[in-house]
C-alpha cells in the first residue's frame, strides 16, 4: 500500500556515495594512505570526484593512471596491473580504518528516506562500493535501519550502469521495476534504471563524474532528498 500521493510507485532504491553521504573526503584519505604505502606521488582531492561511482576497482585504476602520467611515466595497462593488487590491499586497509570520519550526510536526507518509508514505500540501499565498506558506513551515519536491502558493488555480476544489479534489487524487493523509483546523483544510476524500466529522480548536488547531471536523462531533480516524495508528487499530479 503506498500513499495516494505516490500512487504507481511501491519501492525506492537509494544510491550512496553522492547521494546520501559525501565520501569524497574517505575516499582522499584512503587513497592518500595507499599511494604513500606504494611510495607514489599523492593525488589531488579535486581529480578524484570525477573518478567516483563506477566502484573502487575503476577508482584505483584510474588513481594509478593519474598519479603515474603525472609523473611523466605515461604507464601501460601491464604496468598498472602490476601495482593493482598491493594497491587494493593497502587501499581497503585505510579506507577500513577511517571509514565515515571524513564523510557527511547530506542535508535532508533522514527526512526523504523517513518521508518515502512513511509513505509505505519499500526502500533498498544500491551502491557500487564494496558491501564491507558500504555496510559500515551506512551504520556508522545511522542510515541503515531504513533499508530492507543494501547490495553493494560486489553483490552481483556486473555493476550500475548494467541494469542487472537493479533488476536483482527489485526481485529481493519483491517489485517491479516500473513500479520501484532509482534515485541516484550521476548517469551510471539513470543508465541503469533506463535499462531496467525505472522511474529515476537525480539529486543535484552529488558526483556525476564530474558532468551537469541536469544533462542526464531523468524522470525528475530534486536539492535534496527530503524533496523527494513533494516533487514527485508534483509530477506524478501534471502528467
Ligand atoms: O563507485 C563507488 O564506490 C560508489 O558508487 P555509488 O555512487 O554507486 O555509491
Ligand atoms: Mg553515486
Given at each position: 500500500m503506498t500513499a495516494p500521493g505516490l500512487q504507481g510507485i511501491d519501492a525506492a532504491i537509494i544510491d550512496l556515495d553522492g547521494t546520501m553521504v559525501d565520501t569524497l573526503g574517505d575516499?582522499?584519505?584512503?587513497?592518500?594512505?595507499?599511494l604513500e604505502d606504494l611510495q607514489?606521488?599523492?593525488?589531488?582531492?579535486?581529480?578524484?570526484?570525477?573518478?567516483?561511482?563506477?566502484?573502487?576497482?575503476?577508482?584505483?585504476?584510474?588513481?594509478?593512471?593519474?598519479?603515474?602520467t603525472q609523473a611523466g611515466k605515461a604507464p601501460d595497462a601491464s604496468e598498472i596491473e602490476a601495482l593493482y593488487a598491493r594497491a587494493w590491499e593497502r587501499y581497503q586497509h585505510h579506507y577500513?580504518?577511517?571509514?565515515?570520519?571524513?564523510?557527511?550526510?547530506?542535508?535532508?536526507?533522514?527526512q526523504g528516506l523517513m518521508a518515502l518509508r512513511g509513505a509505505g514505500l519499500r526502500l533498498a540501499c544500491l551502491t557500487n562500493k564494496p558491501a564491507g565498506f558500504a555496510l559500515p558506513l551506512l551504520r556508522a551515519k545511522g542510515l541503515d535501519g531504513f533499508f530492507d536491502h543494501v547490495f553493494g558493488g560486489d553483490a552481483f555480476e556486473r555493476k550500475k550502469p548494467d541494469?542487472?544489479?537493479?533488476?536483482?534489487?527489485?526481485?529481493?524487493?519483491g517489485t517491479l521495476p516500473a513500479r520501484t523509483l532509482m534515485v541516484g546523483d550521476s548517469s551510471n544510476d539513470a543508465r541503469a534504471a533506463r535499462a531496467a524500466g525505472c522511474p529515476v529522480?537525480?539529486?543535484?548536488?552529488?558526483?556525476?563524474h564530474g558532468q551537469p547531471v541536469r544533462e542526464v536523462d531523468a524522470d525528475g531533480y530534486v536539492n535534496a532528498l527530503r524533496e523527494l516524495v513533494p516533487a514527485w508528487v508534483c509530477a506524478l499530479s501534471k502528467s
Open positions: 575516499f582522499a584519505q584512503a587513497l592518500g594512505g595507499m607514489l606521488p599523492a593525488i589531488e582531492p579535486a581529480c578524484i570526484e570525477h573518478m567516483v561511482g563506477k566502484g573502487s576497482e575503476h577508482l584505483l585504476r584510474s588513481v594509478l593512471n593519474h598519479v603515474l577500513l580504518v577511517i571509514n565515515g570520519r571524513y564523510s557527511s550526510v547530506y542535508p535532508g536526507v533522514q541494469p542487472l544489479p537493479i533488476l536483482k534489487t527489485c526481485a529481493a524487493l529522480a537525480l539529486v543535484t548536488y552529488g558526483y556525476n
